[in-house]
């Protein structure tokens, strides 16, 4: 076992744990962080999106051991915290639209559009319909007409 | 969506006035603070008296909602309403919330009732009742149908006990006081809360009451649109499913599984080895394969990919989806001959629907504790008593030493019917003595778990003279399991059911029960056969309608194009029924059919009547080249629906916003039935193993426009609403591609032709988790 240091969510964290089981345990299954969710293990459904470094990235293909000490991870419980609120203004759209069904795949819905929001300003440009086409969580209840809309909101109230 | 998408209830007609109001009878229970109950069963109305005359079709009369309404009747289990002091009520429904918005619309309904906030009305999910014997399933779109009365009389009685005690404490009589919003008043202006009359209103011993419940025209809540009650804990992360539960010593357990279906382990051959990797803790060798707990499911997925097992062969050794059509062919009854005069023209069609997987994204999963003497399990169960009752016998414990725990589920579609994951579960603790969580890794699910079943669709219609003389059905399909319970309550009910039921089997029943071509088509037979027991199934989002509709859907397109007739114009002169006809019409203004169209791309227009309503769908599809090759990475595009206007009728709507989104889901399911989802059989084993392989709609295939329309309705009853978007979707982009390619197709879905993946491996039975994720951020 080694020691794994991290931030999680705007803390420092040290857990002891093999090089390389992936992120998505880690969280889940020793630290107890269970808004992430496991739909495939294999970097398909994306039920586990976060956010590492501000840019998203699926913790079921990233061997802890891979982590540095300064790496910042952002779960959904950790997203308020990054605008200094209650509820990210991508959450408060997915409340305004009533977009969850069964709910398991909406923090990993709500960190993709975060982040595709913010490639698509970092690109100069607003978001278009082909970037939400590109979009690859899956959502079983089938609402995305509703993440489609949600976005469009949320990326109009983020800063 | 436009904001007019939701076009709300009429004005309510209520009912006549010239007619007493119905009573019901209800308890106020005894208690330190005010319970009031009511019998689970009321508002079951009886069956259809008399005969079933030949021209309407069973489900007109009596349907599986009568059915699953119906069979509550003996039932002696109460449902209770609870006030707090603290001003709340709290109800424990004995259904199963799997994202079908229940609690929601439920915390509505007695709102309504109650005179309370909504946000005051807290509902959670009653764990296994087995003194509600068989009322205790949830199925068939049958939530709302059948628990609006009782859930309305509980809270009608509660309120009752409130005003008698709020008569006493404000030295007044009842009929002067006022409610409104947890509080009641009397007419010189002084008042007191819920909160303070909790106690005062409860009863030392169980009286019976008689109630009136409101008219429809007096609702202020019941219609209006509300946000789910779980929407703020969904999107913070916090939304506990049952992987999240913090259950001691519950450690992460999966199952190394068979290579080919239905597989068993003879022997594990490398159990010292396995024992000795980083975390695990237990391996167990059980029925459907060999169990390991370890500190994470990582390592969970490390052991299983490093265990040597060897199998016994599985059940469909050798077969493949070849085989199994072959099977059905050899089982299929030849169509009758219609007795229709010698001039008649004949419309003949032949469809096959492959295997589809009803797994949710939340994969089959429970926590199971099992000591010597009880046991304690806790998973996402829509039919909790019969889980309870398996996992006892499973264990050989009594059924009172099974506690079963209904948590909220990641999706059903039909997949949580079964217990299988719980029994599973409780097995492999009671094997290991130690707490489970017991996850199926995702590539188990399309390989081992419950698939829709493949099925065969033969349609014969003549015609003439411009009329629909026959319209015969015959579907022959894999045998669906019914083992959920839904057997039990119709082999309950038998006697009570319309002629001619009773004579069928299970599944030709219940096909009966739900099955209604709602088409003047003369003499109309629909009818099923089923063969070939070794697969696990069951239902998915519905049990037979999807691909019943798409066929008879198809072959309405041709009888229409060989009358010379436009498809909306003869459905409109055939439908039997008037809101199948408005909701048509609604779909046809809304989305400008016969609108011209460039070639390769074409509209569909499609309707379904079940659950005590009905549904109409207008798609628009692109099938040119261009689209149908379009670049996304890694993804299977295909034909892209461009447009889709849905109009439904489920009767008395409760929440509109929840209506809205179940037509917004049933969508995607129908259209990834229609194009692009199916599992295939090879070689004893099925192919796909994750949703890189088994292609559920994916927003590379969302209509980037999207309309639902909800059809003022004057009825007192709700209909239902989780299933009933997914048929004529289904078959609306059906009739449209085949409209866009002008060759109908026979095969579903489309792509079943095309293997668009490598299969991955079978031993080991679980991919490995990629470690390249920091190269794929964005």
Redesign the interface.
């Known amino acids: 076992?080694a020691k794994q240091t991290f931030i999680l969510n705007g803390k420092t964290i040290t857990v002891n744990?093999?090089d390389?089981?992936?992120?998505?345990?880690?969280l889940?299954?020793?630290l107890?962080v269970?808004?992430?969710?496991?739909?495939?293990?294999?970097?398909?459904?994306k039920?586990c999106t976060s956010h590492?470094n501000g840019?998203?990235?699926?913790?079921?293909?990233?061997?802890v051991g891979?982590l540095k000490p300064q790496d910042r991870v952002t779960?959904?419980?950790g997203l308020?915290k990054t605008v200094g609120k209650e509820?990210h203004p991508m959450?408060q759209a997915?409340?305004d639209r009533?977009?969850?069904?069964?709910?398991?795949?909406?923090?990993g819905q709500?960190m993709a559009a975060v982040?595709?929001v913010k490639?698509t300003r970092r690109e100069g440009r607003s978001i278009t319909?082909h970037d939400?086409?590109?979009?690859?969580?899956?959502?079983?209840?089938?609402?995305?007409?509703?993440?489609?809309?949600a976005i469009e909101q949320g990326a109009r109230n983020m800063k | 969506?436009s904001p007019s998408a939701q076009d709300h209830q009429p004005e309510s007609t209520g009912t006549n006035p010239g007619l007493s109001r119905r009573s019901f009878v209800g308890y106020v229970i005894g208690g330190t603070t005010l319970v009031a109950g009511a019998d689970f069963a009321l508002g079951a109305g009886p069956a259809a008296a008399g005969g079933i005359p030949s021209a309407p079709q069973i489900p007109e009369l009596y349907d599986l909602e009568d059915l699953q309404t119906d069979s509550a009747a003996p039932t002696a289990g109460l449902i209770t309403v609870k006030i707090h002091p603290d001003g709340t009520a709290s109800f424990a429904i004995p259904r199963s919330e799997?994202?079908?918005?229940i609690t929601t619309s439920t915390a509505m309904i007695l709102a309504e009732e109650l005179d309370l906030p909504v946000s005051k009305v807290h509902v959670t999910l009653a764990p296994a009742r087995p003194e509600l014997l068989l009322n205790q399933l949830t199925g068939g779109s049958n939530t709302t149908v059948s628990t609006y009365t009782p859930i309305r009389v509980a809270a009608a009685i509660a309120k009752g006990a409130l005003l008698d005690a709020a008569a006493i404490e404000l030295g007044s009589v009842v009929t002067r006081l006022t409610s409104h919003e947890g509080i009641i008043s009397a007419p010189d202006g002084s008042s007191v809360s819920y909160g303070d009359l909790a106690e005062k209103a409860a009863s030392s011993q169980t009286k019976r009451v008689e109630v009136q419940l409101k008219d429809r025209a007096s609702f202020t809540i019941i219609g209006t649109p509300r946000?789910?009650d779980?929407?703020?804990?969904?999107?913070?992360?916090?939304?506990?499913?049952s992987?999240?539960l913090?259950v001691p010593g519950a450690l992460?357990t999966m199952v190394c599984r068979p290579p080919t279906l239905n597989g068993s382990p003879r022997k594990l051959l490398n159990k010292g080895a396995i024992l000795k990797m980083?975390?695990v803790r237990n391996v167990a060798t059980v029925e459907t394969g060999v169990a390991v707990r370890a500190?994470?499911?990582?390592?969970c997925?490390?052991a299983i990919r490093a265990m040597k097992v060897e199998w016994n062969k599985g059940s469909v050794e050798g077969e493949s989806d070849k085989t199994i059509l072959a099977r059905l062919r050899k089982a299929e009854v030849p169509l009758a001959v219609p007795a229709v005069p010698i001039l008649a023209k004949t419309v003949e069609a032949d469809f096959t629907f492959m295997f589809r997987s009803s797994?949710?994204?939340?994969?089959n999963c429970a926590v199971a504790d099992v000591r010597k003497d009880k046991a304690t399990v806790w998973a996402g169960l829509k039919v909790p008593i019969l889980a309870q009752q398996n996992i006892a016998k499973a264990l050989g414990l009594p059924d009172d030493a099974v506690k079963v725990h209904v948590v909220?589920?990641?999706?059903?579609?039909g997949h949580k019917l079964f217990s299988d994951a719980a029994i599973e579960a409780a097995k492999i603790s009671q094997a290991m003595g130690a707490p489970v969580r017991l996850?199926w890794?995702?590539a188990d699910e399309p390989r081992q778990g419950r698939l829709h079943p493949m099925v065969t669709s033969r349609i014969r219609a003549t015609h003439l003279a411009g009329q629909v003389l026959s319209f015969e059905q015959r579907n022959t399909s894999v045998v669906t399991d019914f083992s959920h319970g839904l057997g039990e309550r119709l082999s309950a009910m038998t006697a009570e059911l319309p002629a001619g039921l009773g004579a069928m089997g299970l599944s030709q029943s219940i096909f009966a029960l739900t099955q209604e071509l709602p088409y003047n088509f003369g003499a109309v037979t629909q009818l099923l056969d089923e063969t070939d027991e070794r697969f696990n199934t069951g239902s998915m989002r519905n049990i037979y309608s999807p691909d019943t509709t798409v066929a008879n859907e198809l072959v309405i397109d041709q009888l229409a194009k060989q009358m010379g007739m436009d498809p909306l114009a003869f459905r409109l002169k055939f439908i039997k029924s008037d809101i199948v006809k408005e909701a048509l019409q609604k779909v046809a203004d809304e989305g400008n059919w016969g609108r011209k169209m460039p070639a390769g791309m074409a509209q569909g227009i499609a309707v379904h009547k079940e659950y005590k309503g009905c549904t109409a769908v207008l798609v628009e599809i692109d099938a040119r080249d261009k689209t149908v090759n379009r670049d996304?990475?890694e993804a299977v595009t295909g034909p892209r629906v461009t447009k889709a206007v849905m109009a439904v009728n489920v009767g008395l709507v409760v929440n509109p916003?929840g209506l809205e989104?179940q037509m917004?889901?049933?969508?995607?399911?129908g259209m990834a039935l229609t194009l692009t989802s199916s599992c295939h059989l090879r070689d004893g084993h099925f192919l796909e193993a994750?949703?890189?392989n088994y292609f559920?709609?994916?927003?590379?295939n969302?209509?980037?426009s999207?309309e639902v329309h909800i059809m003022a309705s004057d009825s007192d009853q709700p209909g239902g609403a989780g299933e009933a978007g997914v048929p004529a979707s289904a078959a609306a982009v059906a009739c449209a591609y085949a409209r866009a390619t002008k060759t109908m197709p026979t095969v579903f879905p489309i792509n079943h032709g095309t293997i668009s993946f490598k299969p991955k491996s079978f031993i080991p039975p679980?991919?490995v988790?990629?470690?390249?994720?920091?190269k794929?951020?964005?």
């Open positions: 076992m744990v093999n390389d089981v992936r992120v998505l345990w880690v889940r299954d020793l107890g269970t808004g992430p969710k496991y739909g495939c293990g294999i970097n398909v459904c039920a590492i840019r998203a990235f699926n913790p079921c293909s990233v061997r891979d779960t959904i419980e308020p509820l959450q997915w409340i009533d977009v969850a069904q069964c709910g398991y795949c909406q923090p709500i982040a595709l490639k319909d939400l086409d590109t979009i690859r969580n899956i959502c079983r209840c089938g609402t995305y007409m509703r993440i489609r809309e | 969506m799997v994202g079908q918005g946000n789910r779980d929407a703020r804990d969904a999107v913070m992360g916090r939304k506990k499913f992987m999240d913090d992460p980083p975390g500190a994470t499911f990582g390592q997925i490390d797994a949710a994204l939340e994969p909220t589920s990641g999706g059903s579609f996850m890794h995702r996304i990475r916003t989104a917004i889901g049933g969508f995607s399911d994750s949703w890189d559920y709609t994916r927003q590379w969302v209509p980037p999207m679980v991919p988790s990629p470690t390249n994720g920091l794929l951020t964005y």
